[in-house]
């Protein structure tokens, strides 16, 4: 094939010139050659002052792109494989349709070989309990359940059979952060490992923030990581239910998706007498999110106060008839 026989000297900086113009071959390895190197071409028109030469190079062996490079499996199966999963920090976290539970190994050893940067596979058979915790089952990889994760320059230690987190909501949780006023007291009504608490932390100068969370592995996790961020000025952790918490504060954030309506009068409750603003989450039926803003508005009158819905959001996809959305109100007394 055809190469730009060049200098040494210049090799990085001609490859590089190259390659941003898409002209050096990727799938071809470079090759050293009497003091020069030998830079494959996608094309000869190149214009440099550099000879051109013929050259047998081998061709790089390319990483596989999906699962469906790395496991044999019939061709009705294929269109069944994962397209998406959670990764966080180095574990890799995939939920397994019924009609593959028996390549659930070869799934687990090839997310490896896709993720040079994972150590773990775990399969993820759904949230239960009382904490609402993932049930995961070790596929591949180190034994473990525990990592850490960063997040806008935030980390995190995560144990995902102690306290449910998803790294889905990553966009969601700065959104919220950019709303947040110096100064204020907010209320993290279910913090979990502390992701909203700790990014407000960071990035705003608030008076005082509220950790709540009744999961007692969660709150020693959310504590551990309040210090590992160089926080625990602005954040106090508080385990308990957050319906007995008693504080007054400005914003609230209610991201416990299928509840946070039975705890919403104690949100209102802790805005006190003068305006405040709610993050409010909730997993719904797509046929019923067309009602939710009236259902939301009818709830909070009826608690006697005035409410103003600034933004109903699509969050992500739950499954194949829900959605995980997110309503900010601006609420103030009657």
């Known amino acids: 094939m055809k190469c730009l026989k060049v200098p040494k000297s210049v090799g990085e900086e001609v490859r590089k010139k190259l390659l941003h113009r898409s002209l050096l071959s990727t799938v071809h390895q470079i090759k050293a050659e009497d003091g020069h190197l030998l830079l494959p071409l996608t094309d000869d028109d190149v214009g440099m002052d550099y000879p051109i030469v013929e050259r047998d190079l081998k061709e790089l062996k390319q990483p596989p792109s999906s699962l469906a490079e790395l496991i044999d499996l019939p061709t009705e199966l294929l269109t069944e494989l994962p397209s998406s999963y959670d990764i966080i920090g180095d574990i890799v976290v995939v939920k397994i349709p019924d009609s593959l539970k028996s390549y659930r190994e070869d799934i687990g050893g090839s997310l490896l070989k896709l993720h040079k940067n994972a150590n773990v596979v775990l399969e993820d058979r759904g949230v239960e309990g009382d904490f609402r915790v993932r049930n995961v089952v070790h596929l591949a990889g180190e034994r473990r359940t525990s990592t850490v994760y960063k997040e806008h320059g935030a980390e995190f230690v995560i144990d995902l059979t102690k306290a449910y987190f998803s790294p889905r909501l990553a966009t969601e949780r700065m959104r919220v952060v950019e709303k947040v006023q110096p100064n204020e007291r907010i209320l993290d009504m279910f913090a979990g490992v502390g992701p909203y608490s700790i990014l407000i932390a960071r990035n705003v100068d608030v008076k005082k923030i509220y950790a709540v969370d009744i999961n007692p592995h969660a709150v020693t996790l959310l504590g551990e990581n309040i210090l590992r961020n160089s926080v625990e000025d602005k954040i106090e952790v508080i385990r308990a239910d957050a319906r007995d918490v008693k504080v007054k504060v ?31 989450y909730e997993v719904i039926s797509t046929e019923d999110l067309e009602y939710l803003e009236e259902g939301l508005k009818d709830q909070i009158n009826k608690l006697g106060f005035h409410v103003k819905v600034d933004d109903i959001r699509e969050v992500r996809t739950y499954s194949a008839s829900k959605v995980h959305v997110a309503v900010d109100l601006e609420v103030s007394p009657l």
């Open 250 to 280: 400005e914003r609230v954030i209610m991201n416990l998706p299928h509840s946070a309506k039975d705890f919403l009068e104690h949100a209102l409750e802790s805005l006190g007498s003068d305006k405040g603003y709610i993050h409010y």
